[in-house]
């Protein structure tokens, strides 16, 4: 038989099809015939990336090839200590790998249908099969209880479907012959036969999970970013390092002195922490968040969500609880006790359907009465009921189909029904022979029920309009009464609603994504396209869930966020699990978000001045064919006391700002200022003997000329690089808090403490008299272009209003 590994490919639309008999179903044969055809229900399952490919696929990357390259080249010259940066560079590439692996493992539990043996009838017995060995065309029983697990068609006997962990539709619906049963519909009462009309990749349920099953690598505006400016310096890198290695030979004569300084200049530009500091401050905000019961999956969702503009969010488990609760009772016969009757009938029918459980929730005290027989509810007749000894019938259910000729009753229950699902109570002093129900029937009272809502919902609503965030509730169920809901927690303009079954096109739909607010009978390829469309707006999409009909749209959304409650599928999506099924805690996770991603992106600018500073000098000096001044030792100092550690403290820093502006530009325009002066302070220090030589050539200036041993450049050109990058943390840190005063005191005691008590390791020179004074000349005149350049920045960042209130500031300081 077929083993669930068989996957010989076949085309289902030149199948023959057979009609076999509900009773014999198919013979041996035809069976036999199937399988060697390929007919069979194969495992469809998307494979995903294996654990090589995915290391090999982080590992071979033209960044980390330029720094393995500098690595090798560093090792070759035995230039040992000037191999730290190795230890970044691994750390970035194992919390990619990482991050990769768990989505995989997520991706690989994905699971829409259980595995349990199906009752095939063939050659007129029935027999138990695996999934894997169910063929086209076979004859399979349903049973209450049983999943569907391809889909059929009806032959005989009649049945009730839950589908809602499809199509989202809450109420089961009635199947009869020749109605289809959808894979992964669940069997809720009676039984059937039905023939398998479409297996394998062809089913419903499938078309779902292989889009589900897709990894898709997760959308991130800070993360593009980093990955734009390190492929951009990765694609300069090459060609610079080795017309710079060949200068710097050239001057040197010496392969070490030329390896080591042009690894200096290529390292610098390099922003090797800015990855590893983004990676762990958004690390720190999941363990923050698991505090608060949320499990985040993906690091970078976390910003996501703090930048969202639109939430579409699932009526059924987000906005309500998925279960009824009965509001009020509008009595119509005021001789009968209602309440009595609808606390015998929670009673007498007892797990029912969700219905009865939320009548005996709100009356759960029953009288002692007997009853004598009860009918259960139908989703073909709409109602249940039953006889009480003494007292007659009492029937509850859809008013159209208890009195559909009462004209008064069906009017009293249209005036509630926008509100409230609407049930009928009626009496009768007759019984119900044969479950059909009595010609004398009276009303007794409407029982008005609506679903739960969820006790943080207002609240959440209440929360995201502040924020300017657009909301859109998107469910399987009546757009009237997903309406109704959405405007009891408060959403803006709910009244705008519209039957996405009633849309006929993608273009109709992708118009409506725009214009309407509520949107009811969305099957889960609507709600995916509902998502496409606003992100095609340019918006920013979340998408809540907790089904498998939200898996598409949750996995086409820019950040998912599943409850605990939902289903595996909805879980392993996402993005985001609320573990406690409790949406209090987003406007925490939106906050935190906020908090990392504006500390980032002040941290990125130390970086970025880094590698601005450097990328420059590499060129000018490679121009000017002068020895690359900075060792990369002396980087070292820098990067740890002027860039690392302030970045680090700032990432920490609470900042529940929104979140303004392109990542990009914001963190360019902020570096730009202190790249600048860097390079120009540095260069004209490093050309300082060439300057004097020039100068000495004109008798009346000689007397300007300042010669300068040149063994105490590197020195000096550490202390400059240190100074301006000082400016910078005061610039990013203004005006200071108690942490940013205690961070600037730090840093300064970093640096002169790494220059006193480590001079030998970070190769400092003792600077003669003449030495120093320049070195403090360059620094005054930095700090005036810094300033001058901070305020241009400013003006083009934030406007000239403000531009001006920060000179003042800057002034005053």
């Known amino acids: 038989m077929a083993s669930e590994h068989i996957r010989k490919k076949a085309d289902f639309k030149k199948a023959e099809r057979y009609a076999p008999s509900p009773e014999t179903g198919l013979n041996t044969s035809q069976v036999e015939l199937r399988v060697s055809e390929g007919y069979v229900n194969y495992n469809s399952t998307v494979k995903t990336k294996s654990v090589t490919r995915i290391v090999i696929g982080h590992l071979m990357t033209l960044f980390n090839l330029v720094n393995i390259v500098i690595f090798i080249a560093l090792l070759w010259v035995n230039s040992f200590k000037n191999l730290t940066f190795i230890i970044v560079i691994t750390a970035n590439v194992l919390i990619g790998v990482i991050q990769e692996i768990r989505a995989k493992k997520a991706v690989d539990k994905l699971s829409f249908l259980s595995r349990s043996p199906t009752v095939v009838v063939r050659d007129g017995a029935e027999t138990k099969k695996d999934d894997c060995e169910i063929v086209l065309d076979d004859v399979i029983i349903y049973k209450s209880g049983d999943q569907v697990n391809v889909d059929c068609i009806v032959l005989t006997g009649e049945c009730e479907a839950n589908e809602s962990f499809v199509t989202g539709e809450s109420d089961a619906v009635f199947k009869s012959k020749g109605d289809t049963l959808l894979a992964g519909s669940f069997i809720s009462s009676g039984e059937c036969r039905a023939k398998a009309d479409k297996i394998a990749d062809q089913s419903y349920i499938s078309t779902i999970s292989k889009s589900a099953k897709t990894i898709k690598a997760g959308k991130s505006v800070l993360l593009t970013s980093l990955k734009r400016v390190i492929t951009l310096l990765s694609m300069v890198i090459f060609p610079l390092g080795v017309f710079l290695f060949i200068d710097q030979l050239a001057i040197h004569d010496s392969v070490r002195s030329a390896v080591i300084n042009t690894s200096a200049a290529l390292l610098g530009m390099i922003p090797q922490g800015l990855m590893l500091l983004t990676s762990s401050a958004l690390a720190l905000s999941v363990v923050k968040l698991s505090k608060k019961n949320v499990l985040v999956k993906d690091l970078y969702s976390v910003e996501m969500l703090a930048r969202v503009d639109v939430v579409c969010l699932d009526k059924t488990g987000t906005l309500t ?148 965030v657009k909301i859109k509730i998107i469910s399987g169920d009546n757009p009237v009464t997903v309406s109704a809901i959405a405007r009891g927690v408060g959403v803006p303009d709910a009244e705008r609603y519209i039957d996405c079954s009633q849309i006929n096109s993608d273009k109709e739909l992708k118009k409506a994504a725009c214009e309407y607010t509520v949107f009811g009978r969305v099957t889960p390829f609507q709600k995916k396209l509902l998502v496409l469309a606003l992100k095609k707006k340019k918006h920013t999409v979340a998408m ?130 202190g790249g600048l002066t860097i390079t120009a302070a540095v260069t004209l220090t490093a050309c300082l003997n060439s300057i004097a030589d020039h100068i000495d050539t004109v008798g009346w200036l000689s007397w300007a000329s300042v010669h300068i041993n040149h063994t105490h450049i590197p020195t000096m050109v550490l202390f400059i690089t240190g100074f301006i990058s000082y400016l910078v943390l005061i610039s990013i840190c203004y005006p200071p808090n108690k942490l940013g005063k205690t961070l600037m005191a730090v840093v300064a005691l970093l640096f002169i403490g790494g220059v006193v008590f480590l001079r030998n390791w970070f190769e400092i020179a003792a600077l003669s008299f003449k030495s120093i004074a320049v070195t403090v000349l360059i620094c005054a005149l930095s700090g005036v272009m810094m300033y001058v350049l901070t305020r241009i920045s400013r003006r083009i960042l934030y406007g000239k209003r403000t531009a001006h209130t920060t000179e003042a500031d800057l002034l005053e300081k």
């Open 544 to 673: 809540t869930g907790d089904g498998v009909n939200d898996v598409l749209a949750m996995k086409e959304a820019d950040c998912s966020v599943a409850m605990g409650s939902g289903t595996d599928a909805a879980r392993n999506v996402s993005k985001l699990v609320l573990l406690r099924s409790d949406f209090s805690c987003l406007p925490a996770v939106i906050a935190e978000g906020r908090r990392s991603i504006n500390n980032i992106q002040r941290s990125a600018s130390f970086f970025l001045v880094k590698t601005v500073y450097a990328a420059l000098m590499a060129f000018l000096f490679l121009l000017l064919h002068k020895p690359y001044p900075f060792q990369p030792i002396q980087q070292s100092l820098i990067s740890f006391a002027c860039i690392g550690f302030p970045s680090v403290v700032l990432a920490l820093e609470p900042n529940k700002d929104r979140i303004k502006g392109s990542f990009f530009g914001n963190v360019i325009l902020r570096a730009l200022p």
């Open 321 to 468: 609880e998925g279960c009824l609760n009965v509001e009020k009772l509008a009595v119509m016969d005021k001789s009968v006790n209602c309440e009595e009757l609808l606390s015998v009938l929670a009673y007498s029918l007892k797990g029912d359907n969700a219905t009865m459980e939320a009548i005996g929730e709100a009356y759960p005290n029953p009288p002692a009465y007997k009853t004598i027989k009860k009918v259960p509810f139908s989703s073909k007749t709409k109602w249940s009921g039953a006889v009480l000894e003494g007292k007659g019938s009492v029937v509850i259910g859809a008013a159209e189909y208890i009195m559909p000729q009462n004209a008064a009753v069906l009017e009293e229950v249209r005036r509630y029904s926008d509100d409230y699902r609407v049930l009928l109570l009626c009496t009768s002093p007759d019984g119900m022979e044969h479950g059909i129900l009595s010609n004398n029937l009276k009303p007794a009272a409407l029982v008005l029920l609506r679903d739960k809502i969820r006790r943080e919902a207002a609240q959440l609503i209440r929360y995201l309009t502040e924020q300017d």
